[in-house]
DNA sequence: AAGGTGACTGATG
DNA sequence: GCATCAGCCACCT
């Protein structure tokens, strides 16, 4: 495995309950930060096999990003499970919820 | 081998 | 806030 992909992996095993990351901010802690959409092709490949907390990834603008309705409604029913504030169309208050490392 | 495709992003109107 | 656009880059056709 690579070793963008070996980080990103750690990265999001990293992500305490109830929080969550942003692809960009993933990639850019993975090392690249332009490399959003990897980290992107990392999760459709490895979520299942690596058992990640696929749900706390979120995109920029903190929506909900997944297409497929129903694992759309999978990831909020978790991330509400955990305690993460998610409206009706997926919207996550990042300034609450967002995990930064180094920060708390 | 060229072209399409994203669970993306930041900039712009 | 919504719509477009242009970068982005590994992977699939």
Redesign the pocket.
């Known amino acids: 495995m690579?070793l963008?992909?070996r980080r990103v992996v750690d990265v999001i095993k990293s992500i305490p309950e109830g929080r969550v990351m942003?692809?960009?901010?993933?990639?850019g802690l993975a090392g690249?930060?332009?490399?959003?959409?990897?980290?992107?092709?990392v999760?459709?490949?490895l979520?299942r096999a690596q058992g990640?907390p696929?749900?706390r990834?979120?995109?920029?603008?903190g929506?909900?990003?997944?297409?497929?309705d129903e694992?759309?409604f999978m990831?909020m029913t978790f991330l509400r499970d955990e305690g993460v504030v998610v409206d009706d169309?997926g919207?996550v208050d990042l300034d609450r919820f967002q995990f930064r490392p180094g920060r708390e």
């Open positions: 690579e963008f992909t942003t692809y960009g901010q993933i990639a690249s930060p332009r490399a959003a959409r990897q980290v992107v092709r999760l459709h490949a979520s990640l696929w749900h990834v979120i995109n920029a603008q929506r909900v990003a997944v297409r497929d694992s759309r990831q169309d919207q």
